[in-house]
Each structure stands twice: as C-alpha cells, then as structure tokens.
C-alpha cells in the first residue's frame, strides 16, 4: 500500500505563487515515477509535471514550463510543485501520483494519467485575475 496526502493549495491573484507538497508512506519501489496532475471541473484530468528517480529526468507539460518546476526531497518522500506566475487557467484540483516504472520509461507513460495506480486525495488551486 502507498499513501499520498497533498497539501499547500489555496487561493492567489494571478502572477502569485503557491508551493505543493505531496509526501508519500508504505510501500516504495526501487525505481519510480512521482507526477502531478491537474483536473478543472468538466475536464479530464491532464499531465502537469512529473520526476523519475530512477531516471533522475524531469518531465513538464508546455503550458507550465517556465512557471512551475518539480523537485523532490528523497529522504523525506516528498515531492513539491513551486508554482510561479500563475494564471487563472491553472485554476484545477492537483493531485499527485506515483507508480513503479523501468529507468528508461517512455514520455508518453509518464504524461498518462493511466499509467498511475497510486494517487492522492487532491488539493485546491484557484487563481483569480
């Protein structure tokens, strides 16, 4: 069993910051990835950022690169998601994720939501212009 609790969302003006935290406990893999995701009602959820332990590689999707970078802390099973700039646009409900996978995963893995069996119960972002 993996435990996921996110936290760090709340409420910011467009151009602000907010800092996501995501700590994991149970079981862990020998080489893994940690993802975060990002789901707006009415929408799918979809792909924001994610970090490979095994790979050590980072991984981002368009819209948020620049603005929002990944990092973790291995010791603590943590990972975080430094948000920057923000936009109304990145108003969603963040969840994080976690699931073994090979050191040379594919990037196309790694975007899909469905490739991950282990998620977090989310936190709130909204952005107000």
């Known amino acids: 069993q993996v435990q996921l609790v996110e936290s760090g969302g709340g409420l910011v003006q467009a151009g602000g910051s907010l800092r996501l935290s995501c700590a994991a406990s149970?079981?862990?893999?020998?080489?893994?990835?940690m993802g975060w995701f990002r789901q707006a009602p009415g929408k799918e959820r979809e792909f924001v950022a994610a970090?490979?332990?095994?790979?050590?590689?980072?991984y981002y999707a368009d819209s948020v690169k620049g603005r929002l970078t990944i990092s973790r802390d291995h010791a603590k099973n943590t990972v975080y998601l430094q948000m920057n700039s923000l936009k109304p646009e990145d108003t969603a409900d963040y969840y994080c994720?976690?699931?073994?996978?090979?050191?040379?995963?594919?990037?196309?893995?790694?975007?899909?939501?469905?490739?991950?069996?282990?998620w977090g119960q989310g936190t709130q972002v909204t952005v107000s212009s």
């Open positions: 994720a976690v699931d073994a996978f090979p050191r040379k995963v594919d990037t196309t893995v790694v975007r899909a939501a469905g490739s991950y069996h282990y």
């Open positions: 970090i490979s332990w095994g790979g050590d590689t980072t």
């Open positions: 149970g079981r862990t893999f020998s080489s893994y990835v």
